[in-house]
């Protein structure tokens, strides 16, 4: 599953870049957070309440920044578990500026979700994957107006 | 109908009248009537069969419905009556469902054999002259893979007319 | 002469033995089974259907309430069982060590004191996933680039079959005037018994024996393969199949549970008891079929059938498991020339590996006979509609003839007995097929959709002479021991294993036949590997054809040392004594005769001089030849063209088993069959999406048929007896799932060939029908 978005901030590219190439800045963005472990600048483990319908329960993520080119691309790679089943998102972020002053970030995200929620829930699964992504950028836009 | 709360880690004693008897077990609060049937009460006639409340296995009759045992909590039972394929016989007596399923060869592995009859057990209570139809809605929620069905339905027929021509086995309860 | 005992002999629909337990709930079944101290087994499941494992943290598992061990795979490494040998030849995972290959494989045991408080524990575990690249599409699996699923492999490719004669068949399709061909695909399904898979394992460390009762249909070679794997002396394993809900051909591979039951039974020193739970059974135990083939057929403009080809794929899914017979890896697909005379054919398959469950034999399919048959009756259905000729005539004029028997099929096979034409017009008879052909002549021009189709099939079950069948090296006999008592009361003891099949009836009713004693005084046991003879197990049809055959031999030896007997007490010579059913008597003078009883009771208290005390015989029986059962099915349907559902309106079945045990029996195997072929063809599919989620994984998504939309089966017989079989008779439990799926598949076709349609792959969901009717400008909204 891909979704992608964009966002228009009155900052410039370089005010945005270290914002969210910050982890802690970036985590506590992570939708129904229930804990959360930095373990260093590029790597943090969070648990988190997730599902579909009636299958919920706790999920366990890796949350990675896996490409950093300061100010224009960021990468990240979301690894979780839980509930019989596997998450793995790879999302790219895109910031270019604008000539108005402010900057664009565009995202793009690869979901890929197995196990026990795909299987029974395979209909519900791509409207909660992009609502769960969308609470994350969202939030993270908020934060940067 | 009142709302049954228990702590999670709670042991509940349940009292209930099992096949005539008066049964007493103890039970967590998510401990599901069959397992509770088969392994506390040591009663293994009924079966699991799935997980999802499709197959029918476990049905028994509980307060004088048929039900799936895997879709009910014990301590629902609580104060009860049930009645399970254990019961089916009276003195030694096979119920007529019984000789019907072994008369027409109604079963096979014998596995969903225990809550077809049941299910049909309940049929015949409500409906003692059922048309074909009627006999194969009521045990549509029971899966059989050995069968077929035919001889399943040739035996409740069976069983319907011995029941309606034989007055000693009209029900006293249950 | 005196009245002779009602005995219940060959042919009687006498009620079934076992039953009287069963319908009292008294069966005794693996989830029956309770040993003081029992512990329960529960597995954590791989949601990845191929991924390396970074790590597995069982910490808080351990620790949770109630659990007593935690088992991974490198706690089986060191014994050697994290990979065993498969029923194929080729070795399967019990325990990953490295990385995982299908959605729902085991990869973590855990055991606890209930059921309740291993699902709990489970949860507990944490297993990190790198995820890989998944292969599903078997084809795809076998292209260069492909993700390899085994490390121990260089590629996909299982292995490459051949069967028949490439040249000769290439020619004769150059040939002929007609040829068709189709694509096809015979989607996968699952054997969905009413009972999932489980076992009680029980290590008793003093004696040094385990014992493990087990939901399988073959418990003496899972006993001598344990054995091998894990050195535990043969004469020290027991394994009990008890009473079983259902096997069908999935309870004969061999499972992770088992094993890893059996080590954390050794660990703890308790029973360990694995039920698997539905939603865990069926995505991970053996599916059935997932075939795709292309297959010709070409022929002569005036109908004469010459040739069949057929090129295709199967799916294995991670590990070969089937219980093969060792010469034929895809079984006896090579049966596929069907009920015809044809002049030459050729088949070739390759297997291939995918990230799914090991599995294809199973489902009552007699070793791919499933597949087989329904190529060559859709391809000889396709052809008679090209060629504008009614489907039953161009099979009665290719049938094989009843002269022609013991007929030499040109893929090797010898059929022993036929009468194809008899089976067909006897089905068409009793349909009322002319009848029918002009009813639909005149629905179609009201543009109503009614079809008419017909499988006219040959089975092979029996499996199998010993210069052609073994597996695993063990040949494919199958044993009766056979002890007459004091009292003349038997005891009998078989290598097969019943699920539901009624041996204990029906193997009574053949000694009730040759020793004249009825069938309540003859007790049948079957599935203690301690005291039953070696046998290969009951699937593929195969149990009255060996064992049955070897009850009969063992009868006669008996019968044999019965008539000295008889000829000491009656004083005559033993040329002079005559047998009849259940007594001896002087030839000439038939008011002197002793009774099978009076025999027994001197074989222990009168022998002749010089004679062996007691009275019984063991054999195994090495089977000459396979049996072909066959018959002709013919299928009614009307398509709703609005909805696409298919309502199946009549269904005639003909079957040919030979001579029968117990009509009663074989009316219900068909009954059965029928009614998975029905599920096979309209409802049952299990599938995967490209990320290797596997959908139809229990019982609310995977449809089975109910009694509801379960039609009512019409059944007949004719009989031809097998001339090698000791009683004449053939196998037949597998027959109506073989034969069914074509037929129903025919008529539909047959019902929409007029808009176009050449074939449709089942399930026949109806909106399948109905997006076909649509692209047709057929489908009716009102």
């Known amino acids: 599953m891909k979704f992608e978005g964009s966002y228009q901030f009155p900052k410039t590219s370089s005010e945005v870049y270290s914002y969210i190439s910050n982890l802690r800045r970036v985590s506590e963005c992570i939708p129904d957070l229930k804990s959360l472990e930095i373990k260093s600048e590029d790597e943090a483990l969070a648990t988190v309440t997730a599902g579909i319908g009636f299958i919920r329960g706790d999920f366990n993520l890796r949350f990675n920044v896996t490409q950093r080119s300061p100010h224009t691309n960021l990468g990240y790679a979301v690894h979780g578990s839980g509930l019989g089943s596997g998450v793995d998102i790879s999302i790219t972020v895109r910031l270019v500026d604008l000539s108005t002053g402010g900057s664009t970030l565009s995202w793009v995200a690869d979901t890929k979700v197995v196990g026990r929620v795909a299987s029974m829930a395979q209909g519900m699964i791509s409207s909660q994957a992009e609502k769960i992504i969308k609470q994350f950028f969202e939030c993270l836009s908020q934060r940067l107006r | 109908m009142t709302a049954l709360i228990y702590p999670a880690d709670a042991k509940v004693r349940l009292e209930l009248t099992v096949n005539g008897e008066r049964r007493v077990g103890e039970a967590e609060p998510r401990m599901l009537l069959v397992h509770f049937i088969r392994e506390v009460l040591g009663l293994t006639g009924t079966h699991v069969g799935c997980d999802t409340s499709n197959c029918g296995a476990c049905t028994v009759v509980l307060n004088g419905r048929a039900v799936k045992s895997c879709t009910v909590f014990a301590v629902q039972a609580n104060g009860g009556s049930l009645l399970t394929v254990e019961g089916l016989a009276r003195k030694g007596r096979l119920h007529p469902i019984q000789e019907g399923f072994w008369e027409k060869h109604g079963l096979q592995c014998g596995y969903c054999t225990p809550g077809m009859m049941m299910a049909a057990y309940d049929l015949l209570q409500k409906n003692p002259d059922p048309t074909e139809e009627e006999i194969r809605r009521a045990i549509s929620g029971n899966l059989c893979r050995c069968t077929g069905y035919v001889k399943i339905v040739e035996a409740i027929q069976y069983a319907a007319q011995k029941l309606r021509s034989d007055p000693s086995w009209r029900s006293g309860g249950d | 002469m005196t009245e002779m005992p009602v005995i219940h002999g060959m042919g009687s629909a006498v009620k079934r033995k076992e039953d009287v337990r069963f319908i009292q709930g008294r069966g005794t079944y693996v989830d029956d089974i309770s040993l003081p101290g029992m512990v329960y087994l529960d597995f954590v499941r791989s949601p990845y259907a191929h991924a390396r494992i970074r790590s597995i943290n069982t910490e808080k598992a351990k620790g949770a309430p109630g659990v007593v061990a935690v088992i991974t795979g490198k706690d089986l490494q060191p014994l050697g069982l994290d990979w065993i040998p498969t029923l194929s030849g080729d070795k399967m995972m019990v325990l990953p060590t490295e990385k995982v290959v299908f959605q729902m494989q085991e990869v973590v045991g855990v055991v606890a004191e209930s059921r309740y408080a291993a699902a709990d524990a489970v949860k507990l575990v944490e297993v990190d996933y790198e995820p890989l690249p998944v292969v599903i599409d078997p084809k795809k699996a076998l292209e260069e680039g492909s993700p390899i699923v085994r490390e121990d492999k260089r590629t996909n490719h299982v292995f490459h079959w051949e069967a028949g004669d490439r040249e000769a068949t290439d020619r004769l399709f150059e040939q002929a005037d007609v040829v068709v061909g189709q694509d096809m695909y015979y989607q996968r399904i699952h054997v969905s018994y009413m009972e999932p898979c489980g076992c009680v394992a029980y290590y008793d460390s003093v004696k040094g024996t385990l014992t493990i009762w087990m939901t399988t249909q073959a418990p003496h070679v899972v006993r001598t393969v344990a054995s091998l794997i894990t050195k535990i002396p043969e004469n020290k394993i027991r394994i009990i199949s008890p009473d079983i809900g259902g096997g069908f051909g999935g309870k004969v591979y061999v499972y992770p549970g088992y094993i890893v039951a059996a080590v954390a039974s050794i660990a703890t020193g308790r029973p360990v008891k694995w039920v698997n739970d539905r939603s865990d059974d069926h995505p991970s135990t053996a599916f059935a079929r997932d075939f795709h083939m292309r297959a010709e057929l070409a022929a002569r403009k005036d109908g004469t059938l010459l040739a069949f080809r057929v090129k295709a794929v199967s799916d294995h899914g991670a590990f070969f498991g089937d219980a093969n017979p060792s010469k034929f890896p895809f079984g006896l697909f090579s049966i596929c020339t069907g009920s015809y005379d044809l002049k030459a054919a050729f088949v070739e398959v390759d297997g291939a590996y995918t990230n799914k469950p090991q599995g294809g034999i199973a489902y009552r399919c007699s070793f791919r006979v499933t597949e087989a048959v329904y190529a060559i009756e859709r391809l000889v ?112 003891r078989f290598g097969t294993r019943s699920q539901g099949q009624g041996h204990e009836t029906t193997y009574a009713q053949i000694i009730a036949e040759e020793l004249g004693i009825p069938i309540e005084d003859i007790t049948v046991e079957e599935g203690d590997t301690d005291t039953a003879p070696y046998g290969l197990g009951t699937y593929a049809s195969r149990s009255t054809p060996t064992a049955g055959a070897a009850a009969a031999v063992a009868s006669r030896k008996i019968r044999e040392k019965a008539k000295k007997i008889a000829a000491h007490l009656l004083e005559a010579r033993e040329e002079d004594v005559v047998w009849e059913r259940g007594r001896f008597y002087v030839k000439g003078a038939p008011a002197k005769y002793k009774t099978i009883q009076d025999v027994a009771f001197a074989a222990y208290t009168n022998p002749p001089p010089g004679m062996e005390a007691g009275l019984e015989a063991v054999h195994y029986y090495d089977p000459p030849n396979m049996t072909f059962p066959f018959g002709s099915y013919i299928c009614v349907v009307d398509v709703d063209r609005g909805t696409g559902e298919v309502k199946v309106r009549r269904f005639v079945a003909v079957d040919d088993c030979g001579n029968i045990i117990n009509p009663l029996i074989v009316d219900g195997q068909i009954h059965g069959g029928l009614t998975m072929g029905f599920g096979t063809a309209f409802m049952e599919e299990i599938s995967y ?12 998504d995977y449809t089975i048929p109910t009694a509801v939309e379960t039609p009512k089966w019409e059944t007949d017989k004719t009989v031809t007896p097998s001339p090698h079989h000791p009683l004449g008779a053939k196998g037949v439990g597998e027959s109506a799932t073989v034969g069914s799926p074509a037929a129903f598949v025919n008529a539909v076709v047959d019902a929409l060939w007029p808009l176009g349609v050449t074939h449709i792959d089942m399930p026949l969901y109806p909106w399948k029908i109905r997006r076909l009717l649509e692209e047709k400008g057929y489908a009716l909204d009102k």
């Open chain 3, 381 to 492: 259905d396709i052809m008679a509609h090209k060629l504008g000729v009614d489907p039953a005539e161009l099979r009665l004029k290719n049938f094989i003839p009843p002269e022609r028997f013991p007929y030499r099929s040109v893929m090797g096979w010898v059929y022993d007995s036929g009468n194809y034409a008899g089976a067909l017009k006897k089905a068409m008879e009793k349909i009322g097929y002319e009848e029918l052909r002009r009813e639909q002549e005149e629905k179609r021009k009201r543009g109503e959709l009614m079809g008419i189709g017909i499988s006219s099939f040959t089975e092979i079950v029996g499996a199998g002479p010993s210069h052609t069948f073994d597996i695993l090296g063990i040949k494919m006999f199958d044993s009766a021991e056979i002890r007459i008592h004091p009292t003349g009361k038997v005891i009998a």
């Open chain 3, 689 to 700: 999406d490209q990320d290797g989620n596997v959908y139809g994984a229990n019982f609310m």
